[in-house]
């Protein structure tokens, strides 16, 4: 079954410093690869997503990921964190073995420091 | 259209009650899906549908949980007889029904379980 790593729970960056998020999936092949960003008491909003071609994907608020196949891995990252970014990011596989759920890590909370 | 809508957005109830809760999707979006969401961890996978056809159910939808989407717009979810541990973030998603599957979630409804 697939699965996804998010292996920072909280990260604390101040603002205007970049920022790298992790995320490591097992999956037998290449998934659709998504972020999404929770801000508190709301809904999941998509940054980005990677299917297929150019590795580096960029997203909506500046923020671009890039898949690597040979590390099963789909960071994100930012060159310049705002205050408005804090919030929880969310990496996701799918759909993949014909199920169409999305699979989720558990997060990572971001903080910003003014 | 405004995006996924979800109704109501908290409920609170005492354990052994029955809760409804309802999503509309976006109006082109034959796929909606519902997801659970606990404190710390990211969303998993209820049920879905394409259509008014449930397609799909988790291990995780017990035989007190209930969904419905009768004539393929909005959807319900049900639990009944509710426990302490039911108490979550019910999401709502839809998509299209094309091979990337992005999905479009919903503000969530957040169940309290007293």
């Known amino acids: 079954a697939q699965s996804v790593t998010q292996p920072d729970i909280h990260i604390t960056v101040s603002e205007g410093a970049s920022l790298e998020l992790r995320c490591n999936y097992s999956y037998g092949a290449t998934p659709y690869l998504f972020w999404y960003v929770q801000s508190p008491g709301q809904g999941l909003q998509l940054l980005l997503k990677?299917?297929?071609?150019?590795?580096l994907v960029q997203g909506i608020k500046g923020f671009e990921a890039e898949f690597k196949r040979s590390q099963s891995s789909f960071n994100l990252r930012k060159p310049s964190v705002h205050w408005s970014d804090a919030a929880e990011y969310f990496c996701?596989?799918?759909?993949?073995?014909?199920?169409?759920?999305?699979?989720f890590g558990s997060g990572t909370r971001l903080q910003v420091q003014p | 259209d405004t995006g996924v809508s979800q109704d109501p957005r908290h409920k609170i109830t005492k354990r052994g009650q029955n809760v409804t809760f309802r999503c509309d999707p976006i109006?082109?979006?034959?796929?909606l899906y519902w997801y659970r969401q606990t404190l710390g961890q990211g969303p998993e996978f209820l049920t879905y549908?394409?259509?008014?056809?449930?397609?799909?159910k988790s291990r995780l939808l017990s035989d007190r949980f209930s969904a419905e989407r009768p004539k393929g717009s909005f959807s319900t979810l049900e639990i009944q007889r509710t426990e302490q541990g039911d108490s979550a973030m019910y999401l709502c998603?839809?998509?299209?029904?094309?091979?990337?599957?992005?999905?479009?979630f919903g503000p969530g409804t957040r169940l309290t379980v007293l």
């Open positions: 996701a596989v799918g759909p993949v073995g014909g199920r169409r759920a999305l699979t």
């Open positions: 990677y299917f297929s071609g150019d590795t």
């Open positions: 109006s082109e979006h034959n796929r």
């Open positions: 998603a839809s998509s299209l029904a094309v091979a990337d599957n992005e999905q479009f």
């Open positions: 549908f394409q259509n008014e056809a449930q397609l799909e």
